[in-house]
T-cell receptor, first 112, second 112 residues
Framework: DAKTTQPPSMDCAEGRAANLPCNHS???????VYWYRQIHSQGPQYIIH???NNETNEMASLIITEDRKSSTLILPHATLRDTAVYYC?????????????FGKGITLSVRP | IAGITQAPTSQILAAGRRMTLRCTQD?????MYWYRQDLGLGLRLIHY???????GKGEVPDGYSVSRANTDDFPLTLASAVPSQTSVYFC???????????FGSGTRLTVV
């Protein structure tokens, strides 16, 4: 069963922020929110993860709602190279639910 | 450059033949994984290994076997290939715990 729900696709203009939503209403207390992306024909690439606090790294920011039932990945200045499928995944860091299970993801198209 | 090396990058294989896909990592990660990716079905876990000497079954293990003789190598074997095993295969690794997975570039396998 899918533990996350993402829209199938979205687009944004180059240079603008891309805000990718994800719903995970059944997330458990020990599960983290992970984001990966897959650029065409390449292996998936880790972006960021978080538990309940907002996180930021050189690639993106992750905003998790206070109830942890949804999150948003923010690419602050999208470029054409950010066109990819983005996967939102919830997983525990240990135990039976610690495997990375991919859904369909959201296809982000960055337009010039 | 640290990372995961998969070989071959692509292969056309006759049905019924035996094939081993190779995966080597140089990051000293404890855990390794094999996924297959098919159009419309996304990435699905075939087998995994939490540490050298141990393996486990993922979502779609039938027709595949793995071994983990050491930390660095995690080969995937198709004992008798069938056309339904035509897919792109990705190997991944992660440190023990919740850090992000690192994926290889994939092996595109066509069984005819």
């Amino acid at each position: 069963d899918a533990k996350t729900t993402q829209p199938p696709s979205m687009d944004c203009a180059e240079g603008r922020a891309a805000n990718l939503p994800c719903n995970h209403s059944t997330i458990s207390g020990n599960e983290y929110v992970y984001w990966y992306r897959q650029i065409h024909s390449q292996g998936p690439q880790y972006i960021i993860h978080g538990l309940k606090n907002n996180e930021t790294n050189e690639m993106a920011s992750l905003i998790i709602t206070e109830d942890r039932k949804s999150s948003t990945l923010i690419l602050p200045h999208a470029t054409l190279r950010d066109t990819a499928v983005y996967y939102c995944i919830v997983r525990a860091q240990w135990g039976a639910n610690s495997k990375l299970t991919f859904g369909k993801g959201i296809t982000l198209s960055v337009r010039p | 450059i640290a990372g995961i090396t998969q070989a071959p990058t692509s292969q056309i294989l006759a049905a019924g033949r035996r094939m081993t896909l190779r995966c080597t990592q140089d990051m000293r990660h404890n855990a390794m994984y094999w996924y297959r990716q098919d159009l419309g079905l996304g990435l699905r876990l075939i087998h995994y290994s939490n540490t050298a000497g141990t393996t486990g079954k993922g979502e779609v293990p039938d027709g595949y076997s793995v071994s983990r003789a050491n930390t660095d190598d995690f080969p995937l074997t198709l004992a008798s290939a069938v056309p339904s095993q035509t897919s792109v295969y990705f190997c991944a690794s992660s440190p023990t715990g919740g850090d992000g997975y690192t994926f290889g570039s994939g092996t595109r396998l066509t069984v005819v």
